[in-house]
């Protein structure tokens, strides 16, 4: 699904410049689960960014599929993220003054081939709160009105970064075991960022970053359940 080439990514600060990548090269496959793990500042971020069409590379080719993301126009990244793209962040940015029910349907309104809200949320468990708002659901529940937000659109590819960041243990859990079916129901290409090195269990892949490169690939013969990861 993904080609990455020789991507490097620079951020100049005035007289000081930041390799926030450096000569990565990855490939992402059609409907697997990946991990990207590493600490702050190890350029996971940057790398979602930049696969997600929020940011381009300052060297290096991107490709999605047959299209070039890093030769795409504004335009042209504008329609691939609207069209193939789900976001999940470590904030909920979820619009105060809505319900979770209006909060997922902002985002079918604008996709070409959404499913109902209805739909996304029931797919998160949160059949019994599609109408309360953001300030009436715990902050797991916040994170799945987000999640359900993102899958709402049908989208080819789901980009969560640090998607438990702000959870608690369990509640991070619940989490991570909406995005593991999700995964598992929809065939969604889905990368996770996260520090938390038992997180890496679940994925097919497990793409270990650090200082702005690729330190290591490491696959997973059997993911590991949700239900039996712990930290």
């Given at each position: ?205 497990v793409i270990q970053m650090s200082s702005g490169r690729i330190a290591s690939i490491h696959e997973n013969a059997v993911r590991t359940s949700v239900e039996e990861i712990h930290w």
């Amino acid at each position: 699904m993904f080609r990455v080439r020789e991507v490097t990514k620079t951020y100049n600060l005035g007289l000081v410049s930041v390799h926030a990548l450096r000569d990565i090269n990855l490939d992402l496959y059609r409907g697997e689960l990946v991990v990207l793990l590493g600490a702050s500042g190890s350029g996971k971020s940057t790398l979602l960014n930049i696969l997600g069409g929020l940011d381009i590379p300052t060297s290096g080719r991107v490709f999605y599929g047959p299209q070039e993301l890093s030769g795409a126009s504004t335009r042209e990244l504008t329609a691939y993220r609207r069209n193939h793209v789900g976001f999940v962040f470590q904030f909920y940015n979820l619009i105060p003054s809505l319900t979770a029910r209006e909060n997922v349907a902002l985002v079918t309104e604008i996709a070409t081939d959404a499913m109902p809200a209805e739909e996304a949320l029931s797919m998160v468990d949160l059949d019994d709160r599609m109408d309360h708002f953001p300030a009436q659901l715990s902050g797991g529940e916040q994170q799945r009105v987000a999640i359900a937000r993102a899958i709402a659109k049908n989208p080819d590819v789901l980009l969560c970064d640090e998607p438990t960041g702000a959870l608690d243990l369990e509640t991070g859990r619940k989490v991570l075991r909406v995005l593991e079916a999700v995964n598992r129901r929809t065939h969604t290409t889905t990368a996770i960022i996260t520090h938390n090195a038992a997180i890496a269990a679940m994925g097919d892949r497990v793409i270990q970053m650090s200082s702005g490169r690729i330190a290591s690939i490491h696959e997973n013969a059997v993911r590991t359940s949700v239900e039996e990861i712990h930290w």
